[in-house]
């Protein structure tokens, strides 16, 4: 597996959606918001409830997982499932970069109701 364009599809979804967020809290507030060519460290430093609280839920929850497939990324266990801690299909990482679980646990999860472990 590629993690570093892994890696470059997850900041760059993050990026998107952060400047979704961005957008909608000038909205919110009338300001403009510039943002460097320093992105993505602003980004972790501005990882703020202020920002997320101007996105909708769906974004946020994205974000969040974005966020967590990252620190997976960094500590090495990005393809684990961490519910039965078989590998993740490669495939499915290929649809949903940040999910961490493999399909038959996202299903037995879906059939047993959300967020039960
Ligand atoms: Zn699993």
Redesign the pocket.
Known sequence: MDTEAVRARLLRRREELERRASSAKADLRHESDPLSADFAEQVTQRESDEVLDAISESAREELRQIQAALRRLDEGCYTD?A????P?EEGRLAAVPYTD??R??AEGERAAGPRRR
């Open positions: 499932c519910v039965c801690g078989e993740i679980r493999c038959n646990c």
